[in-house]
């Protein structure tokens, strides 16, 4: 079981950058993949990255490839989104989810941070 917090979020321009963060509260989060999510308005729920704690393996989803990239702070436990070259379209709420490795469906989720790229 994983607790979820993420922050990070707000107004950007086309064109700038945001580094959302995610801080994981577990007893060990070595059996889990972290994934970043967003959902924009009247949409569902789309993967963004994600990422295994254990070994930082990465999936980057292949619309944000090259201006996303996700990683991990062990030492603090949080994950992080660095998003660049933001287009109008990125705007959304982000959620950092985890599911255990082996496992189809995330099962833990935070609230949500919000982005908003004006154009």
């Known amino acids: 079981q994983v607790q979820l917090t993420e922050s990070g979020g707000g107004l950007v321009q086309a064109g700038g950058s945001l580094r959302l963060s995610c801080v994981a509260s577990?007893?060990?989060?070595?059996?889990?993949?972290i994934g970043w999510f967003r959902q924009a308005p009247g949409k569902e729920r789309e993967l963004v990255a994600a990422i295994t704690w254990s070994e930082g393996r990465l999936y980057i989803e292949d619309s944000v490839k090259g201006r996303f990239t996700i990683s991990r702070d062990s030492a603090s436990r949080t994950v992080y989104l660095e998003m660049t070259s933001l287009k109008f379209e990125d705007t959304g709420v982000y959620y950092c989810a985890s599911k255990p490795r082996g496992e189809n469906k995330y099962s833990s989720w935070g609230q949500g941070t919000q982005v908003t790229v004006s154009s």
């Open positions: 577990a007893r060990t989060l070595t059996m889990y993949v």
